[in-house]
């Protein structure tokens, strides 16, 4: 059995052999055992449910309960926050609205961001949020002028609708938020096609400081420290998120850890990234993966290393993978995935990680995992 365990340098890279512990340091480790309770979001027939699963170390179940969590299409505009969804959904051709769901405390938050508008005359691009604001950023398209694009702050606390906005010279991809200042990675349409990234005050949205970043960038994201991660194919950047100073971590040649192409991630408070990893040639066309961000390590979690050939094409029947997870207080990586053939119907499997990688157990779900959210 082996995992693989790559290290990103400049064309670094390592393999690793998986080992086992002695007697007596199984002995000497205690694992834990809490009791937990896991959102899981499904996606069936091209909608989002949400189902609810209690676990702890040994077992995981249905519970009894069930999501207060509305059901809504796949194909809106989404923020993956901290155990928490935000959405934005047109309402009616001329209209739409943010829904934001705490999947902890099970509160909804619904808000018409554009009563001074048509909204059939924009297209929303990006939305994130924070404890106080909604920022939405758009693009208006009238027949007679360029396209306009603007970033909108909205007050989700405020008895009255409040809002400032940016307009901007290029068209807002993706936004990030940290240290009070909004992130905003823009797209240089039909013009030169490079990327930059504008840093604006999170309260005034006056801007700070821009930076160029070249061609393809894939993604944004906030680290476990808050330092702003850009990410391309071939390497990424951190961006300091007080100096706005640049470090560049480049992969090697055919090790490229592939986060870039991952719709979804889970970070955990050591900086080590949960996701799926897209694959050539293997049994599925995706496998877990978990990136250290610190250390700039990832490892990949082959199926054939954890699963017999039964348990993969018959028992489980995994197709791909379609969300990774990390329930950090019993130390064990959740792996949902797709049933292979056109049912949408998929499952999660739960696994330690290495050095001591073993199959715990699985559950079978009436849809495919979209995301594991852990309480």
């Not at 400081?209 to 071939?234: C, H, M, P, R």
Request: glycine share 4%; proline share 3%; hydrophobic share 35%.
């Amino acid at each position: 059995m082996k995992t693989y365990t790559y290290l990103w340098g400049l064309l670094a890279f390592i393999i690793l052999g998986c080992s086992k512990s002695s007697s007596n340091e199984q002995e000497s480790k205690k694992e834990p055992n809490i009791a937990t309770s896991y959102t899981v979001l499904l996606d069936t027939n091209n909608s989002l449910s949400a189902t609810l699963l209690n676990a702890d170390a040994t077992l995981v179940s249905q519970s009894s309960k069930e999501s207060s969590f509305n059901t809504i299409s796949t194909s809106v505009i989404k923020y993956d926050g901290n155990k928490e969804y935000s959405f934005y959904k047109k309402t009616s051709d001329c209209d739409g609205e943010i829904v934001h769901y705490d999947f902890i405390n099970e509160e909804e938050q619904k808000l018409n961001v554009f009563p001074d508008m048509l909204d059939c005359e924009l297209e929303v691009l990006s939305i994130i949020t924070t404890n106080s604001s909604f920022f939405i950023a758009y693009e208006v398209t009238n027949a007679n002028s360029p396209k306009k694009y603007v970033v909108r702050k909205i007050d989700r606390n405020a008895t009255e609708f409040t809002f400032i906005e940016l307009e901007l010279s290029k068209k807002p991809m993706q936004m990030s938020f940290s240290n009070n200042r909004l992130f905003i990675l823009l797209f240089d349409e039909g013009v030169t096609n490079e990327n930059e990234v504008v840093i604006v005050d999170g309260t005034s949205l006056n801007a700070i400081n821009s930076q160029t970043l070249g061609y393809n960038v894939k993604k944004i994201f906030k680290d476990a420290n808050g330092d702003i991660i850009i990410s391309y194919d071939e390497l990424h950047t951190v961006l300091d998120k007080v100096t706005l100073s640049v470090d560049y971590i480049r992969y090697g040649e055919g090790a490229e850890p592939k986060f870039a192409n991952s719709s979804l991630h889970n970070l955990d408070s050591e900086g080590k990234l949960y996701y799926s990893m897209p694959l050539e040639d293997g049994a599925t066309s995706s496998i877990p993966a978990v990136y250290n961000l610190k250390e700039n390590i990832a490892t990949l979690y082959i199926y054939e290393n954890f699963l017999t050939a039964a348990q993969l094409e018959v028992e489980y029947e995994i197709e791909e993978t379609t969300a990774v997870s990390y329930d950090a207080q019993n130390n064990i990586i959740l792996i949902g995935y797709k049933k292979s053939g056109s049912q949408d119907l998929g499952g999660i499997l739960r696994i330690k990680p290495v050095p001591d990688l073993e199959l715990l157990d699985n559950i079978d779900l009436p849809g495919i995992p979209y995301d594991i959210i852990v309480h």
